[in-house]
């Protein structure tokens, strides 16, 4: 099964993004990295609940690590973890227990964020 791109590459590699919050403005890949975090949230309840190695606190110590590697301004650290926060809620909200569309969805996440975390690479790295 694919694996994300650890967080704290993803930061470095966008080693301009605190140049972005500097200035008071939000980098380009602002929108994908929210995503990220909403997929980290989501693995970090999923994963746990569907059994699938014990992973404990993987999924948020990357989020830290994302945070941590892209030293965001106050309101955009907010944005990250609110959008963390509401990965984990939403699944939290449908599933308590591991249902083969909890599967399917921890299994489309890894997808989606690994894809994400490639690309946001590939696209604004070296900026």
Same mark, same amino acid.
């Given at each position: 099964?694919?694996?994300?791109?650890? #967080?704290?590459? $993803? &930061?470095?590699?966008? *080693?301009?993004? #605190?140049?972005?919050?500097?200035? +008071?403005?939000?980098?380009?890949?602002?929108?994908?990295?929210?995503?990220?975090?909403?997929?980290?949230?989501?693995?970090?309840?999923?994963?746990?609940?569907? +059994?699938? /190695?014990?992973? +404990? %606190?993987?999924?948020?110590?990357?989020? %830290? #690590?994302?945070?941590?590697?892209?030293?965001? /301004?106050?309101?955009?650290?907010?944005?990250? $973890? &609110?959008?963390?926060? %509401? +990965?984990?809620?939403?699944?939290? %909200?449908?599933?308590?227990?591991?249902?083969?569309? &909890?599967?399917? &969805?921890?299994?489309?996440? $890894?997808?989606?964020? *690994?894809?994400?975390?490639?690309? $946001?690479?590939?696209?604004?790295?070296?900026?």
């Amino acid at each position: 099964m694919p694996r994300f791109l650890p #967080a704290v590459l $993803i &930061a470095l590699a966008l *080693s301009g993004g #605190a140049a972005h919050a500097a200035e +008071g403005s939000t980098p380009p890949y602002e929108t994908d990295l929210l995503k990220l975090a909403e997929l980290l949230g989501g693995l970090h309840y999923l994963r746990p609940l569907c +059994g699938i /190695s014990p992973e +404990g %606190q993987t999924w948020r110590l990357e989020m %830290q #690590a994302l945070i941590e590697a892209e030293q965001p /301004s106050d309101v955009r650290k907010g944005k990250l $973890i &609110a959008s963390f926060n %509401q +990965g984990f809620s939403s699944y939290a %909200q449908v599933y308590r227990t591991c249902t083969p569309a &909890a599967a399917l &969805a921890v299994q489309r996440q $890894i997808e989606e964020g *690994s894809k994400l975390a490639h690309d $946001i690479v590939v696209r604004y790295g070296g900026n």
